[in-house]
């Protein structure tokens, strides 16, 4: 099930959009009216959406918006008086923020939920193909240095140290990677 973080200062308001994102999709929507208690639900929990209503008296809205669009994978949806929307789109646009003007149109709130979604979901995708690159060349930097490892000592060439720790895994039922620590522990100990 999706989940939608809405933050906004008013509880009125703040029933009328949980009432229009509950008539949307299936969805467990959490509400704070408090910037600081939104950074806190985020730190804590995965949301697929983040729906930002302003105005907001405190002037963390800037931080919040950067915090939420660097450090999660959350559609980010910006609700904002109409005549601050344009300079709101020229600023949040590079975030990748979705802005809506206010008052509100609802076949246009609900097209931007599901684009805020599809968003998310694209963007999650990224981030595990990212962290499958990032562990795939941490083993090859281990890896390759088990190798310069096994020449220096052992006075092997690269193929020969290459075949030794492929040998070694398959030998051992350990991935290269656990080998090459192995070699790197022994010898650099």
């Known amino acids: 099930m999706k989940r939608i973080l809405l933050v906004c200062s008013k509880e009125k308001t703040a029933q009328t959009l949980k009432t229009l994102l509950a008539g949307i999709l299936p969805a467990e929507t959490v509400w704070t009216g408090q910037l600081q208690q939104a950074q806190d639900l985020l730190a804590q929990n995965a949301f697929s959406l983040v729906v930002l209503n302003l105005p907001f008296s405190d002037e963390g809205v800037e ?57 998310s979901a694209r963007l999650s995708q990224l981030l595990q193909e990212n962290q499958r690159l ?53 010898y650099e100990s």
Not at 66 to 77: A, C, E, P, R
Not at 80 to 102: H, I, N
Request: with cysteine; charged share 15%; aromatic share 6%.
């Open 134 to 186: 990032h562990s795939k060349l941490e083993e090859l930097r281990i890896v390759s240095r088990a190798k310069a490892v096994l020449i220096e000592y052992l006075k092997l060439t690269e193929p020969q140290a290459h075949r030794y720790i492929e040998k070694q895994a398959m030998d051992l039922g350990l991935t290269r990677q656990q080998v090459a620590q192995n070699i790197l522990k022994t």
């Open 63 to 119: 931080v919040f918006i950067q915090n939420v669009s660097q450090s999660t994978s959350s559609g980010i949806l910006l609700l904002c008086p109409s005549e601050t929307a344009q300079e709101a789109l020229a600023r949040w646009l590079p975030l990748g923020v979705l802005v809506l003007p206010k008052p509100l149109s609802q076949p246009l709130f609900i097209q931007s939920v599901y684009l805020g979604l599809s968003t």
